[in-house]
């Protein structure tokens, strides 16, 4: 039976060996390019750019502006709104009010109290002593004496070198 792995295997192998050649001949061509000196090649004389004169623009006379005079409107009358009359309205019928008879207030019917019976209060058994339990008592500790540190001996504190005229810092002793 073939097997058909076999030329992708072969390719994979070919591709790597070209790699590692193409990388080895990269570096000795570049290992060889960094021994080899460079011959010297001669300055070229720099050519001289000839001065241009540099372009003069002519002088052009201000152009008068002409005044136009402002035009003068009419005057126009105010208008006036004409006065129109008070309208008056006609006088309205006086309106009666029609009497009504008296209704009589309806009678509300009393109604009996009902009387609740009461209800005797229930009796609620007495609870037995509880016997006292002596309280635990905490044992005292005698106070802890802590022993004296001896005093640093101070120390001066290191002055600024100031130059004439620079002002002193604030916090400065």
Do not use: C, W
């Not at 720099?46 to 409107?73: A, F, R, V, Y």
């Not at 509300?108 to 635990?136: A, F, G, Q, S």
Request: charged content about 25%; hydrophobic content about 30%.
């Amino acid at each position: 039976m073939a097997n058909l792995r076999f030329p992708s295997t072969i390719l994979l192998l070919l591709l790597l060996n070209l790699s590692l050649f193409s990388s080895y001949a990269i570096r000795v061509n570049t290992h060889n390019l960094l021994e080899a000196t460079l011959p010297q090649i001669p300055e070229l004389p720099k050519p001289q750019i000839p001065e241009i004169p540099k372009p003069e623009l002519p002088e052009l006379p201000k152009p008068e502006i002409q005044k136009i005079p402002k035009p003068e409107l009419p005057e126009l009358p105010k208008p006036e709104l004409p006065t129109l009359p008070k309208p008056e309205l006609p006088e309205l019928p006086k309106f009666e009010v029609p009497t009504l008879p008296e209704i009589p207030k309806p009678e509300v019917p009393t109604l009996p109290k009902h009387e609740l019976p009461e209800i005797p209060k229930p009796e609620v058994p007495k609870l037995p002593e509880l016997p006292e339990i002596p309280k635990p008592e905490v044992p005292t500790l005698p106070k802890p004496e802590l022993p004296e540190v001896p005093k640093l001996p101070e120390l001066s504190k290191p002055t600024l070198p100031t130059k004439p005229g620079l002002p002193i810092p604030e916090d400065h002793p």
